[in-house]
């Protein structure tokens, strides 16, 4: 069988993880068959049946739209199969489609939406909250860990695995009262966007407790941990955002960062908000098309500087001034300010109502998802003699948890694997 790709790319300039291509898939046919076009179309592929001799991919740019329903409207996940396709043709040719730049898109609309269902829960936790000091790196409670579905195998609270079922664990966190800085806020979020998007008995059987690790930075890399650990394969390393943003919007989704301070930690005063773990919930076109003009990150850095050195020319204080003036506008703040602090703060409104300000979307423990702006206004208020920069964090969404995601439906409906390698 031959296959044609129209505009077959690979995502991000590289690719994929477990490529597989026409001709070299050869797992048992019947359940594959099946599951494979199922899938595909579950995840927005229209197919047609054609006379024609070769499958034709029609991916598009489903990563630049807004939705699925946006991205099929614009005539993205086009395939077309040749009717005298048997059932081994059509499972090779859904193999190389999973492989496709298009359909990771695909699949990212749907970790968009498991991030939202996600991070709405847990902001809407009162009972997960964020401590500065406590008994150790994360607090259960009175209850105690194992109460709220967890083991600890770190001393101070510095490790934690699930017991008893996956999904549980991620209850305390839903629902429990715990406390964490926002670091672990981070590790919740992507966990509990893996638990949305598997739904729960996939979830609890897909992943071991050990791949579920939380706890700090460093002991997820002695860990199986999915997000940092032997179980996350290839990591994606695009701090400054430079490929993401050349993806489009859609490649933004779920994926982890930080904004952190740029000079050194003798310019903090409050050491609690030196950094800002988040999520990206969500981003608009405009940000979208922002952020791949100025090609990153690199630019609001630079922006988010001048901001900072405009609020060094406004002495003050008051409790939240800068997240009031800036984020909030209030109105009696800012009619108060002295005549010779209204063109500077005129200025500061210009460079934050930038899309990328307005409309990038993170969630970040305890403040639930707010737009980036938010973040830069109120860390002036926090740590005054220092700018802030943001980055992403290396993550493996569109390889590692991309391919198992696929491999886990796929196991679900015919126990059939979605990958092989091209050696064996």
């Not at 599951?35 to 595909?40: A, K, Q, S, V």
């Not at 990563?63 to 086009?78: E, K, T, V, Y």
């Not at 967890?150 to 999904?167: E, I, K, L, T």
């Not at 988010?304 to 984020?327: C, D, H, K, T, V």
């Amino acid at each position: 069988m031959r296959c044609r790709a129209e505009g077959l790319r690979w995502f991000g300039g590289r690719a994929l993880l477990a490529i597989a291509l026409c001709g070299v898939y050869a797992p048992a046919v019947s359940a594959g068959d099946a599951c494979g076009m199922t899938l595909l179309r579950e995840l927005g592929w229209q197919m047609t049946e054609t006379a024609a001799t070769q499958a034709t991919i029609a991916g598009g740019t489903p990563c630049l739209r807004a939705s699925l329903a946006d991205a099929q409207a614009h005539g993205d996940l086009q395939l077309r199969v040749p009717q005298h396709f048997d059932a081994a043709q059509r499972q090779r040719l859904a193999a190389e489609v999973f492989q496709h730049q298009a359909n990771v898109c695909a699949y990212l609309f749907k970790l968009g939406d498991a991030t939202r269902a996600a991070t709405t829960k847990l902001q809407e936790n009162s009972g997960y909250r964020f401590s500065a000091i406590q008994m150790g790196w994360i607090g259960f409670g009175v209850s105690g860990a194992n109460a709220q579905g967890w083991q600890r195998f770190r001393s101070f609270g510095r490790g934690y695995a699930p017991v008893a079922g996956n999904s549980r664990a991620v209850d305390a966190f839903y629902q429990g009262r715990v406390r964490s800085e926002c670091g672990v806020g981070r590790q919740i979020a992507q966990l509990a966007t893996q638990r949305e998007l598997y739904g729960d008995a996939l979830f609890d059987a897909e992943f071991t407790a050990a791949e579920l690790s939380i706890g700090t930075f460093l002991t997820l890399h002695d860990t199986q941990s999915i997000l940092l650990g032997s179980s996350a394969g290839e990591f994606f390393a695009d701090g400054k955002a430079v490929r993401t943003s050349a993806m489009g919007r859609q490649a933004f989704m779920g994926a982890p960062g930080f904004i952190v301070h740029v000079f050194d930690k003798k310019y903090l005063d409050d050491i609690n908000n030196q950094a800002e773990n988040f999520v990206i919930t969500d981003l608009s076109d405009d940000a979208a098309k922002a952020l791949a003009r100025h090609g990153g990150f690199a630019y609001y850095d630079a922006v988010s500087r001048q901001i900072w050195a405009l609020s060094q020319q406004m002495p003050g204080n008051g409790w939240r001034r800068f997240e009031r003036l800036l984020y909030e506008r209030d109105a009696t703040l800012r009619a108060a300010l002295p005549p010779e602090q209204q063109p500077l703060l005129r200025r500061m409104d210009a460079l934050l109502d930038d899309p990328v300000y307005r409309e990038l979307m993170l969630y970040v423990h305890p403040k639930g998802v707010r737009p980036f702006g938010y973040h830069i206004a109120r860390l002036l208020d926090r740590n005054p003699r220092t700018p802030f920069s943001i980055d992403l964090a290396l993550h493996n969404l569109h390889g590692t948890l991309y391919q198992r995601w696929l491999d886990a439906r796929m196991r679900a409906c015919g126990n059939v694997p979605t990958s092989t390698n091209i050696g064996d």
